[in-house]
């Protein structure tokens, strides 16, 4: 980056691990553990995979012709026999593997034999419906056992799916199937959020008529009376009837395809991430056990949504390749009360949960009675993903959610890395406003523009050096734009966020590089004037944008949202620019500063800066596929 990006935001707060939770981690030294892994990369994710059933070995662990990887050469393994068979084989079969809950209320429990009969039922009729290894299977459910066990029987059989999250609409329906070439869609007629009934099916039906590769469509009827079949379509429970619980895996090679999924980029094609079995399951699994130090009794909540990375790495596959307890709620988190997460925590035994910054800020605005009404005792981890993890959102949820009992830790991704890349570990000191440490086999650097390390605090292209086993293996249909990632700095991926690097080693994202402010010759991430605004008492929520400035470049618009019990005012506005001024210095101050009902959000939660400058400025805002309404 030729002009440097400072940093302004000084933070101090450290939260030190327990002695005794540091005592029984799975790693103690996470330092000495992180420098054995990238020290010899191949041995460490070679021993790692040991861990995992494998049909036929490796001829090589890692054959990497950059920017292409492989791991576990020649290999075979199927996820689904790690995830599934081998807990039935070892002493878990009656061990619960699912606790379902409907937004209602209802409850569903799935032992891990009780599952594996599922997807072999679902992955055996798939097979008489003549869907074949490699075949495109699009998911577009909500999240339900039916949408989970529709994953694993397309991994079961190889058939590659892609799972669409359901609330989606009917164009990035209709481009995700189509790219994919999908010839079967398993879809749900409805999904249930915030006591609503969202209509799947009209919104696939508009979809589906531009889609001509899709054959068969399975059905899961959820509301009653049953809407009527049409003709290629087929009833899911009748279809799962009609399986054998006998379901042999196939044997896939370790960098078979096992599933699509689009992220949403600036441009108007959705981009297909696609990854294989072998370094997948080996990486995400592994990457999600550390950083939630995982033990057998571990009852493990994850707020995401199976139409998302985190909802594939660590809600599906990762837990359940290590045979962990997995909580999963359908429908809202505020619905049909604004203490229902916690009130799930204490009806669920929740030991260990994942969510992200923009629930933990929505759980800040609603008031801190909520989670004191609920016995959380049995919670001991919260880890977080998405977004900057603003300081006050972080003391916020030590205070009142963990109270002294375990950490909070941030762990930054995205979709093409699949995992945890960077984060504290749990036996590692957390600094606010530091997402932490790179995570085992990362290598992840600092850069300018030229590739050069730019110095300690100073902001610059958060880089990834060398490949991962649960890397991302193309953009599907168009390997160049995997390669672009690749590019644009010789020998490194370009994650496209800016971040720095402290002297002992803790990284902070500041945000995307498109967002960065530009004031008076000034660069500043978003991420430090959110978190300053977000750290007075009234300020449940914020996002920033550049607006162009004939003296100055760009002058910086906040919008605010409030946390319950207060009420916009010209004095309070006043007093939050200031309180900006005061902490950041005048350049970072808002020229003006809007209090707002709603932040525009992706459906996954992430502020949409773009679609705040593109409405400030009345310009295009471009791709609203994902867009939250
Ligand atoms: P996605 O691929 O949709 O999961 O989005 C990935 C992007 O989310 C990253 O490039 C970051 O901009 C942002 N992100 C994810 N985790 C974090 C985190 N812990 N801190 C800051 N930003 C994050």
């Known amino acids: 980056m030729s002009e440097k990006i400072e940093t302004l935001l000084q933070e101090a707060s450290r939260f030190e691990p327990a002695p005794e939770w540091v005592a029984n981690a799975l790693v103690r030294d996470p330092d000495r553990h992180y420098r054995r892994s990238v020290d010899d990369l191949a041995g460490y994710w070679q021993e790692i995979a040991r861990e995992f059933e494998w049909m036929a070995p490796w001829r090589a662990v890692l054959e990497w012709k950059y920017p292409d990887a492989k791991w576990f050469v020649g290999a075979r393994c199927n996820i689904t026999e790690n995830c599934l068979d081998r807990h039935l084989r070892g002493d878990r079969k009656n061990k619960l593997a699912l606790l379902w809950l409907g937004e209602d209320g209802e409850e569903r429990a799935f032992t891990f034999g009780r599952l594996h009969r599922e997807v072999c039922k679902l992955g055996s009729a798939l097979r008489q419906l003549g869907v074949r ?27 590659v799916h892609s799972v669409i999250y359901a609330g989606l609409g009917s164009g990035a329906v209709r481009d995700r199937v189509g790219d994919a070439g999908a010839k079967v869609v398993i879809a749900s007629d409805v999904g249930y959020r915030r006591g609503k009934v969202v209509d799947l099916k009209g919104i696939l039906d508009e979809a589906l008529a531009q889609t001509p590769t899709v054959e068969r469509v399975i059905l899961h009827r959820r509301a009653e009376p049953k809407i009527a079949l049409g ?42 991430c696609a990854y294989v079995h072998g370094g997948y399951m080996v990486g995400a699994t592994h990457l999600w056990k550390l950083l939630c130090d995982v033990h057998e009794d571990d009852v493990y909540w994850c707020t995401s949504d199976i139409g998302w990375i985190v909802g594939h790495s660590v809600m599906v596959y990762g837990p359940w390749c290590n045979g962990t307890t997995v909580v999963a709620r359908e429908g809202a988190p505020d619905f049909p009360h604004a203490g229902i997460v916690w009130e799930t925590i204490e009806r669920c035994g929740v030991t260990k949960m994942f969510t992200a910054p923009t629930a933990l800020r929505m759980f800040m605005r609603l008031g801190t009675e909520w989670p004191a009404k609920y016995d959380l005792s049995t919670l001991r981890l919260l880890a977080c993903a998405g977004e900057p993890l603003n300081p006050e959102a972080l003391r916020w949820a030590h205070r009142h959610v963990m109270q002294g009992r375990g950490p909070v830790l941030d762990n930054w991704w995205q979709t093409e890395t699949a995992a945890p890349v960077i984060g504290t570990w749990p036996a590692m000191t957390a600094k606010a406003g530091k997402v932490g440490k790179p995570f085992p086999g990362y290598r992840a650097e600092v850069l300018d523009r030229d590739g050069q390390p730019v110095a300690p605090n100073t902001g610059g292209l958060l880089c990834l050096r060398g490949p991962w086993p649960q890397m991302f293996r193309t953009v599907w249909g168009a390997h160049e734009r995997y390669e672009q990632y690749f590019r644009q700095i010789p020998g490194v991926y370009v994650a496209g966020d800016v971040a720095t690097v402290d002297e002992d080693g803790y990284l902070a994202v500041l945000g995307r590089a498109d967002d960065v402010l530009n004031v008076a010759g000034h660069r500043i991430g978003t991420a430090d004037v959110e978190s300053t605004l977000v750290s007075h008492p009234s300020v449940g929520e914020a996002a920033v944008i550049g607006k162009p400035d004939p003296i100055k470049g760009e002058v910086i618009k906040a919008f605010v949202l409030l946390r319950s019990g207060f009420t916009p005012s010209d004095a309070l506005r006043a007093e939050l620019v200031e309180h900006v001024r005061r902490l950041l210095g005048p350049i970072a101050a808002p020229a003006e500063l809007e209090f707002a009902a709603k932040l525009p959000k992706t459906r996954s939660g992430k502020i949409l800066r773009r679609v705040l400058k593109a409405q400030e400025l009345g310009t295009d805002p471009g791709d609203l596929s994902t867009i939250e309404e």
Do not use: H, Q
């Open 231 to 272: 003709a290629r379509e087929i009833d899911f429970e009748d279809l799962l009837a009609s399986g054998s619980t006998n379901c042999a895996p196939e044997p896939m090679d370790s960098e078979d395809w096992l599933f699509i999924l689009y992220t949403s980029g600036s441009t108007g094609k959705p981009k297909g």
């Open 133 to 159: 290894k490699g075949d495109r299977v699009a998911i577009y459910m909500p999240l339900t056992p039916e949408g989970i066990v529709a994953m694993l029987a397309c991994a079961r059989i190889g058939a």
